[in-house]
């Protein structure tokens, strides 16, 4: 079962050498979602001044689109929108840039990064599910994490999202069922 | 308005420096742990496995902690929050478009909801868990975080304006 759904994260105890104790809370995953939480509240109070929204500490949904619509209406002279936050800056916000590279380096440091490459057709499939995924994230204001950073704040629609997102997982898992089964 | 720690004309300097170092000490947390929200849903479900969803549940109850510490100590930087007891409870926080009716907001949030759900389990991953991969080294990631950039393009010059014309007809 588990078998149909490429490039799920792996047991988090699948490495080789021992582990330091830094490593092993942060292979913790509520670790993570803690450290989200909180820096998503603290650089609301950092920069806010500087626009809204609220609650818009860290979003890869809203954050990649005020950095690709930033870059094109700097290179087309279009007038896409971007959030407040990123129209008033210098540059806008960099954290899916600062995730990449946060990532990429933990990857290397524990010999994680390995190229796997894919096929043309799946190349398609995600890119197409990536442009689906990006235009439901921004019906709902967000993607999972900002959404989660919303209900943090107090926002029950945010709520009803995160019950779309699991009723979609429901579906979605059906959808994957039928189709292994369709194919043998 | 809201008034934040940093002055803004500090703020406006600092946005893409935080945010960028920001994502880098989370990019770090989510490459050793593998923190994905949509698939913490999918585990529980299939596997019964708690471990990823104590991951974003830590997410909302750290955020919640983090709002209400701060906005103790300095309330102009966090004025809304708690937002459904100060602005309403069927008030989304600004982010989806603007101007519509509370209906249009719940069709929004639980339809956008579901389609986030379905591709995202169906692609293994939510986005955050795609950008992480990318960094792994995997092309079919990268496909999917370049695919989220077009349709940032595609939903800013189109789909937008669609949908709110179609939402304020119908609702």
Redesign the interface.
Known sequence: ??GT??????P?DAGGERPSRF?RY?????????????????????????G???????C??????DL??AG?NAAAG?K??I?A??Q????????????????????RA?G???????SLS?????????????????????????????????????L??????????????R??VARAEKEG | MATGWLPKETAVIAIPVVTLAAGALIGWFTQRSGFCSVGGIRDLILLRQTRLLTGFLALVIGAFIGFTVLSFLSPAAFEHFFWATKSGLLIPVPGAPAGLSAGAYILLAVLGGIGVGVTGVLLGGCPLRQVTMTSEGNVKSLSFVVGMGIGAVVYTAYVSAWVVSLLKGII
């Open positions: 079962m588990a759904f490429s490039g799920m994260p792996e988090a490593d942060a292979r913790i995953p509520l670790v993570a979602g803690l450290l989200i939480g909180g820096v998503a509240a603290i650089i609301q109070g950092l920069l806010i001044s500087a809204g929204p609220e609650a818009y500490g860290f890869v949904a809203c954050h990649t689109r690709v619509n094109v279009t896409l929108a959030a936050l990123s008033n800056a210098v540059l806008p916000v960099l954290t899916v840039v600062g995730v990449l590279v946060g990532a990429y380096s933990a990857a524990h994680e990064f390995r190229k796997k490459p894919g799946s190349y398609l499939w995600y890119g197409s599910g990536g442009l689906l995924f990006m235009n439901f994230a921004l019906f709902m204001g967000g993607c999972p994490y900002r959404i989660g950073i919303r209900i943090g704040y107090g926002d029950f629609i945010a009803l999202g995160f019950m779309g997102i699991v009723a979609g997982v429901f579906i979605g898992l959808l994957a």
